[in-house]
């Protein structure tokens, strides 16, 4: 049993800054159970193959042939992701037969930026364990072709001078070539990951830029994402406030339709009235601010005909804390486009994410020592992310008892032994499990995730008091116990970020449910987590989790389409193809998210 971790024999409690002259070593793999593995492999491989043919079939004849199309599109995602291209192998370790992995995430990322400036970017592909799926052509094809209009429509270009002295005329004007989105910073670490990722994806659809305008607390997080250009709004941007602004200021898109200072005309080609009135409309403001946090101000902003009025607006102001991309499936205007860039929907975020947030190398010193030094050597690394709400809190004997409990409804954590075990005559029921194609060895590391230390003490305290069964060795770790949440401290963001990334390198999670922290770090992951079940009326839930279905994140706040009033969402959009794909969250009953 090793107890390293915060608090235990000289490792250190906290996170610290990068060296800027360290580069993060990556060791050589140590031999050791190769062709056991490949033949497990070979074995994952035949039984994957048949389960894709026999869910082809389905579809084909009981679905019809637009369904058999994207299973099987699905199915050319995951092979894609199986081959010998695109399998990662562990920095520290691994067999002789473990491949190189893709450093460009099978096309994901554009070649050629300067590896110096932001090491993650290509190194974090040997750190991942899970490469569930690779991008569609369609995809790559939208990515590049959006980082080539970023370049034309970055700060500092003439094209966008000229779009800011549009801005500052005080109304839009149709044919310009740069129109954008600006991300705002809106509450915690996770909600703004997650809300930056919507963005993203709303500027691909919409042929838009998206620049972000960063606060103090976020200024050294991320690295530019895209190639020869920044994406971070100047300072002098002719919008004063723009963290000042609220949920609901005078340029919301609501407000402004409330005002007639915007009209959302249904479009009809074959009627001439309705040609006349949209002649007859007033020129659309310079910007307007799109309120899509909690309170989903502009909840009009998922109807067809309300973004066929944005579309004319060539600045627009994101206020959001979400993660509203499955709400964007049941807008007409998207539904075909979201088909084709993910046939298989649960790998929205997971693509997006690894391609779009890379860490600092500030960040990913913190990752990279903290990981090669504790965790490196594990053949199966559990992270475990606990995050209390005041809404649902319960007392930590009760959480510490629901994540135990859980655990052993679904097989996550090693169990221990009794007082009465004969170790050496125990069945290995985690060997099966134990090396998970990462090397030799019978060690679990299981990294906690916590503001507070009380669960990692008590977890440590578990195998510390009981062997593991199987002789499997255990080291349980937490690298920080902040305390508190302070989302407006660099320092603070910096830390919650490693500890993303390192949840992102595991083999299994376990989140807490309503968590934004936890869905970003199952989407970078890859993984289906484990979900425990939040604590509604401050009792211990039952049962206390479930195993997702989907890995991708929960929309906790979305749209209804009848308070919304879309006026013709449901006769374009298949409410059949809707239903299939966007269904109510694991975790969250008034939540939606995508499914396959």
């Given at each position: 049993?090793?107890?390293?971790g915060?608090?235990?024999?000289g490792?250190?409690?906290?996170?610290?800054?990068?060296?800027?002259?360290?580069?993060?070593?990556?060791r050589?793999?140590c031999?050791?159970?190769?062709p056991?593995?490949?033949?497990?492999?070979r074995?994952?491989?035949v039984?994957?193959?048949?389960?894709?043919?026999?869910?082809?079939?389905f579809?084909?004849?009981?679905?019809g042939r637009e369904?058999?199309?994207?299973?099987?599109?699905?199915?050319?995602?995951?092979?894609?992701a199986?081959?010998?291209?695109?399998?990662?192998?562990n920095?520290?370790?691994?067999?002789?037969?473990?491949?190189?992995?893709?450093?460009?995430?099978?096309?994901?990322?554009?070649?050629?930026?300067?590896?110096r400036?932001?090491?993650?970017?290509?190194?974090?592909?040997?750190?991942?364990?899970?490469?569930?799926?690779?991008?569609?052509?369609?995809?790559?094809?939208?990515?590049?072709?959006?980082?080539?209009?970023?370049?034309?429509?970055?700060?500092?270009?003439?094209?966008?001078n000229?779009?800011?002295e549009?801005?500052?005329?005080?109304?839009?004007?149709?044919?310009?070539?740069?129109?954008y989105?600006?991300?705002?910073?809106?509450?915690g670490?996770?909600?703004r990951?997650?809300?930056m990722?919507?963005?993203?994806?709303?500027?691909?659809?919409t042929?838009r830029?998206?620049l972000?305008?960063?606060?103090?607390?976020?200024?050294d997080?991320f690295?530019?994402p895209?190639?020869?250009?920044?994406?971070?709004?100047?300072?002098?941007?002719?919008?004063?406030?723009?963290f000042?602004?609220g949920?609901?200021?005078?340029?919301?898109?609501?407000t402004?339709?409330n005002?007639?200072k915007?009209?959302?005309?249904?479009?009809?080609?074959?009627?001439?009235?309705?040609?006349?009135?949209?002649?007859?409309?007033?020129?659309p403001?310079?910007y307007?601010?799109?309120?899509?946090?909690?309170?989903?101000?502009?909840?009009?902003?998922?109807?067809?005909?309300?973004?066929?009025?944005?579309?004319?607006?060539?600045?627009?102001l994101l206020?959001?804390?979400?993660?509203?991309?499955?709400?964007?499936?049941?807008?007409?205007?998207?539904?075909?486009?979201?088909?084709?860039l993910?046939?298989?929907?649960?790998?929205?975020?997971?693509?997006?994410?690894?391609?779009?947030?890379h860490?600092?190398?500030?960040v990913?010193?913190?990752?990279t020592?903290?990981?090669?030094s504790?965790?490196?050597?594990?053949?199966?690394r559990?992270?475990?992310?606990?995050?209390?709400?005041?809404?649902?809190?319960?007392p930590?004997?009760?959480?510490?008892?629901?994540?135990l409990?859980?655990?052993?409804?679904?097989?996550?954590?090693?169990?221990?032994?009794?007082?009465?075990?004969?170790?050496?005559?125990?069945?290995?029921?985690?060997?099966?499990?134990?090396?998970?194609?990462?090397g030799?060895?019978?060690?679990?590391a299981?990294?906690?995730a916590?503001?507070?230390?009380?669960?990692?003490?008590?977890?440590r305290?578990?195998?510390?008091?009981?062997?593991?069964?199987?002789?499997?060795r255990?080291?349980?770790f937490q690298?920080?116990h902040?305390e508190?949440?302070?989302?407006?401290?660099?320092?603070?963001?910096?830390?919650?970020?490693a500890?993303?990334?390192?949840?992102?390198?595991?083999?299994?999670l376990?989140?807490?449910?309503?968590?934004?922290?936890?869905?970003?770090?199952?989407?970078?992951?890859?993984?289906?987590?484990?979900?425990?079940?939040p604590?509604?009326?401050?009792r211990?839930?039952?049962?206390?989790?479930?195993?997702?279905?989907?890995?991708?994140?929960?929309?906790?706040t979305?749209?209804?389409v009848?308070?919304?009033?879309?006026?013709?969402?449901a006769?374009?959009?298949?409410?059949?193809?809707?239903?299939?794909?966007v269904?109510?969250?694991?975790d969250?009953?008034?939540?939606?998210?995508?499914?396959?």
């Amino acid at each position: 049993m090793e107890m390293s971790g915060a608090g235990a024999g000289g490792v250190p409690t906290k996170l610290e800054h990068d060296d800027a002259a360290a580069v993060a070593a990556e060791r050589e793999p140590c031999g050791g159970g190769a062709p056991r593995r490949e033949e497990k492999e070979r074995w994952r491989r035949v039984l994957v193959v048949g389960c894709l043919v026999a869910l082809l079939l389905f579809a084909f004849f009981v679905l019809g042939r637009e369904s058999a199309s994207e299973v099987l599109q699905i199915a050319n995602s995951k092979l894609s992701a199986m081959n010998g291209g695109f399998t990662t192998k562990n920095p520290s370790h691994g067999g002789g037969a473990a491949k190189h992995a893709d450093e460009l995430l099978g096309g994901l990322l554009a070649p050629g930026m300067d590896r110096r400036s932001c090491r993650s970017r290509y190194q974090a592909a040997h750190y991942y364990k899970h490469f569930p799926y690779a991008p569609s052509p369609h995809l790559l094809d939208k990515l590049r072709a959006y980082e080539a209009r970023h370049r034309r429509c970055a700060p500092g270009t003439p094209l966008y001078n000229r779009s800011v002295e549009q801005l500052r005329s005080g109304r839009s004007a149709g044919g310009v070539e740069c129109n954008y989105v600006v991300w705002l910073p809106f509450d915690g670490l996770g909600n703004r990951m997650l809300s930056m990722v919507s963005g993203f994806l709303y500027a691909l659809l919409t042929d838009r830029v998206l620049l972000v305008d960063l606060p103090h607390d976020s200024s050294d997080l991320f690295c530019e994402p895209f190639p020869g250009a920044t994406w971070l709004l100047p300072p002098d941007f002719p919008v004063a406030n723009l963290f000042g602004l609220g949920p609901r200021p005078e340029q919301s898109y609501t407000t402004l339709l409330n005002k007639k200072k915007i009209t959302a005309v249904v479009n009809n080609d074959d009627d001439p009235a309705s040609k006349n009135a949209t002649a007859a409309l007033p020129p659309p403001p310079a910007y307007v601010y799109l309120s899509l946090g909690y309170q989903m101000a502009d909840k009009l902003f998922f109807c067809g005909d309300d973004q066929r009025a944005l579309a004319k607006v060539n600045w627009l102001l994101l206020y959001s804390d979400l993660y509203f991309v499955p709400s964007l499936y049941s807008v007409a205007e998207f539904n075909g486009e979201l088909r084709r860039l993910f046939p298989a929907k649960e790998s929205a975020c997971h693509l997006l994410a690894r391609y779009l947030l890379h860490p600092t190398n500030a960040v990913w010193g913190m990752v990279t020592r903290y990981y090669n030094s504790y965790l490196a050597q594990a053949s199966r690394r559990i992270g475990v992310q606990i995050r209390m709400f005041n809404f649902a809190s319960i007392p930590v004997d009760d959480l510490y008892n629901q994540i135990l409990t859980c655990s052993r409804q679904e097989h996550v954590l090693p169990e221990t032994t009794t007082d009465n075990d004969n170790d050496d005559d125990l069945a290995t029921a985690y060997d099966s499990n134990s090396s998970n194609g990462s090397g030799g060895g019978n060690y679990t590391a299981i990294l906690i995730a916590s503001l507070y230390p009380d669960y990692y003490e008590r977890i440590r305290a578990t195998y510390y008091e009981h062997a593991a069964r199987g002789r499997v060795r255990v080291g349980v770790f937490q690298p920080t116990h902040e305390e508190r949440q302070a989302t407006q401290r660099l320092f603070h963001n910096q830390k919650a970020l490693a500890e993303i990334l390192l949840l992102g390198f595991s083999d299994e999670l376990v989140t807490s449910g309503m968590s934004t922290f936890g869905y970003v770090g199952s989407s970078l992951a890859g993984v289906r987590p484990t979900i425990l079940m939040p604590a509604h009326g401050h009792r211990v839930p039952a049962p206390p989790c479930r195993r997702a279905v989907s890995m991708e994140p929960c929309n906790l706040t979305p749209p209804r389409v009848g308070e919304a009033e879309c006026r013709e969402m449901a006769a374009v959009v298949d409410k059949e193809d809707v239903a299939r794909h966007v269904k109510v969250c694991e975790d969250f009953d008034r939540g939606v998210k995508f499914f396959d």
